[in-house]
């Protein structure tokens, strides 16, 4: 006969994966035979009232599989988007109070941590109160013994549905990733392209400055200006830098994307009210979304 703390036990271990729950308890019958010894030990400690504190590898590393994997529906869908949109909302009104770089911070240093500190820590606890959830609900209606183990056995332990579901979800995760990172990173690029041309011209704007300021005029040419002939100032990226009347003209070519090849950028010298030169920067073709942002 078993004595008082085996028969109030909630979740007696087995002695192998193979041979788990006795016939009665419920919990047992729910987690099914894998992993459970480690469950076993797991919800006997948070029965005892020690706290609900553990951690769980499989949620750390694969936190959305692992809820599916152990059929928390609920939790799995507050993963996946609840959590988003609920973070997404608080960052919008941190960005209306702070600005965009605090609610930037405060989204990622969140979702970091609860998905890979908080998580993890608790993981075994939600699952322990899913199971009993699940246990009481099936006690509730059903009145035999065995036939809430049956039930529990049926509606609990693993689920296959993962290995259809996982791949589906990365599949179209890195399907969204590549739409978005992928135009990005050509939008940088042809940036930082650009970005040669602003820096090859930087010689030739002095040089304009500098006739302006002997001569009150701007020089017609590079020849004038004491520059190189167009075609000898280039880069990776950039075939001429031309001065036409005072105004000069970056032609990119070379090695350039096609998005920008043979496409240029205009610097146009402006006199103001002090007599100093300044700068218009802008293009006549090319996207204003490429442009540095003292272009657009």
């Known amino acids: 006969m078993s004595n008082e703390s085996d028969s109030e036990s909630i979740y007696r271990a087995p002695e192998s994966d193979t041979a788990f729950a006795p ?17 076993a030990k797991k919800f006997e400690h948070f029965k ?22 152990r059929k928390m529906w609920l939790n799995a869908l507050m993963y996946w988007i609840g959590l988003p949109i609920i973070l997404t909302l608080i960052s919008i009104i941190i960005a209306a109070v702070a ?20 998580v993890p820590m608790f993981a075994n606890w ?4 899913h199971a009993q959830k699940k246990a009481d609900k099936v006690a509730s209606i059903i009145s035999s013994a065995e036939q809430q183990s049956a039930e529990l056995s049926r509606i609990g332990g693993t689920s296959n549905i993962v290995l259809i579901l996982v791949p589906i979800i990365l599949i179209f995760v890195l399907g969204v990733i590549a739409a978005i990172a992928l135009p990005a990173y ?16 930087g010689g030739a704007k002095a040089a304009v400055m500098e006739y302006y300021m002997d001569n009150d005029r701007f020089p017609s ?15 990776h990226y950039v075939t ?4 036409q009347n005072g105004t000069i003209v970056v032609t990119y070519g070379n090695q350039a994307h096609s998005v920008i090849l043979d496409k240029t950028l205009v610097l146009e010298p402006d006199v103001g009210s002090t007599g100093m030169v300044h700068w218009d920067c802008y293009s006549p ?3 204003a979304k490429h442009l540095p942002a003292a272009c657009r």
């Open 23 to 39: 016939q009665g308890d419920l919990l047992a019958a729910y987690v099914g035979p894998k992993k459970a010894d480690y469950y």
């Open 48 to 69: 005892s009232g020690d706290g609900a504190v553990s951690w769980h590898w499989p949620a750390f590393f694969i936190s959305a599989y692992w809820l599916l994997y």
């Open 99 to 118: 600005g965009d770089a605090a609610s930037n911070l405060f989204y990622y240093v969140s979702y970091v941590l609860i998905t890979f500190l908080l």
């Open 126 to 129: 939600l699952y322990y109160r």
């Open 186 to 201: 050509n939008d940088y690029t042809i940036r930082a392209q650009i970005s040669e041309g602003l820096n090859l011209s």
């Open 221 to 235: 040419d590079n020849e004038t200006a004491g520059l190189n002939p167009d075609n000898r100032i280039s880069g």
């Open 240 to 243: 001429s830098v031309s001065v």
């Open 285 to 287: 073709t090319i996207a």
